[in-house]
């Protein structure tokens, strides 16, 4: 297991560490970027400091869990501190313009209803659709990643989905 | 939220029309049958959204450096703050200024042999040298012998 070798002095920790990042960094990247509401560079500093963190504290991986959901929950938990130093929310309420994603949406408008929709979401009920429909997590993984139980994370979805469901719905008329 | 457990997931697998009577009948309990086909479209849409999108790339963020464990590379790479460093010559130097430049050792003062200064001058002799008859009276002290 290659967070092992990070955790303990045993084999080629720099091999290990470029291993996972190649696995991980463009996942990680997608889901900042998505969570941070598009911000690009927000998203790629923030992927780096999530590497760097397990470059530093790699004893803090908890073995209970597997390395995917663990990676995510560390990274799930930098966004939430993220949102509640920016207690407003106001700053990622915002749509991001300026990005080749943005190019994207526009030439799709259903793409870009479901990204306004999804900007409108309350933060939890944004990752967990994130976490679902983009990454395809099972229930039982995003609980983890989430730290709340299967039922709650349902629920969460169900909620999600009605929000996003009313925005769409709007957006239509 | 049990209800809400099982509606996510007959919402996200099938459409209204594929349910059983017993599952449309509990769904008609909790929701119209236009707002089910409307989240089961709005997921259906997000689903599409997120697998047409392109794929970000982590090109220019590169991959961190690993330190060695090694205790002596540890050891080498520690780096004291300059601070710390500023407190530690203060220490240093009030100490040493605290500290006597000498201390005699007992051993010393045992070697030491004793001077004993005998003055035979006499409180006569001292008025020899007294003007005018300072000291008057004599009250007959003898020698001062200083040990």
């Not at chain 1, 290659?2 to 303990?8: D, F, P, R, S």
């Not at chain 1, 990005?99 to 309350?122: M, Y």
């Not at chain 1, 039922?151 to 909620?159: K, M, N």
């Not at chain 2, 004793?114 to 009276?137: A, V, W």
Request: proline share 2%.
């Amino acid at each position: 297991m290659l967070v092992k070798v990070l955790q303990q002095n045993i084999g080629d920790k720099q091999r290990a560490m470029n291993e996972l990042f190649g696995r991980y960094s463009n996942k990680m990247l997608e889901f900042f970027y998505y969570s941070l509401n598009k911000d690009r560079e927000m998203a790629k500093d923030f992927t780096q400091e999530l590497f760097l963190k397990l470059v530093e504290k790699p004893e803090r991986f908890n073995l209970d869990k597997t390395f995917k959901t663990w990676f995510y929950s560390v990274a799930s938990n930098m966004c939430k501190n993220e949102y509640r130093k920016n207690a407003t929310e106001k700053k990622y309420t915002e749509f991001v313009v300026n990005d080749n994603q943005s190019s994207f949406d526009a030439g799709n408008k259903g793409g870009f209803v479901i990204n306004e929709a999804l900007t409108c979401l309350k933060p939890s009920h944004k990752n967990s659709i994130i976490l679902r429909y983009k990454f395809k997590m099972s229930i039982r993984e995003m609980s983890e990643i989430l730290d709340c139980p299967e039922a709650t994370v349902r629920s969460q979805l169900f909620y999600a989905t009605k929000e996003l469901s009313k925005y769409l719905k709007k957006e239509e008329v | 939220m049990k209800n809400e457990k099982s509606l996510h997931e007959l919402i996200e697998n099938y459409d209204f029309s594929e349910l059983s009577i017993a599952q449309q009948q509990f769904i008609l309990t909790e929701m119209s049958r236009e707002e089910y086909t409307n989240m089961r479209k709005t997921i259906i849409e997000t689903i599409i959204y997120f697998d047409e999108a392109p794929i970000l790339m982590a090109e220019d963020i590169v991959s961190p450096k690993v330190k060695s464990n090694h205790l002596l590379l540890k050891f080498v790479n520690y780096k004291i703050p300059v601070y710390k460093i500023a407190a530690l010559l203060v220490i240093v130097f009030s100490i040493q200024n605290l500290i006597p430049e000498e201390i005699p050792s007992n051993n010393q003062v045992s070697e030491r042999t004793n001077e004993y200064i005998i003055d035979t001058d006499t409180f006569l002799s001292c008025s020899r040298y007294s003007s005018k008859n300072s000291i008057k009276y004599d009250q007959g002290l003898s020698r001062l012998v200083i040990n």
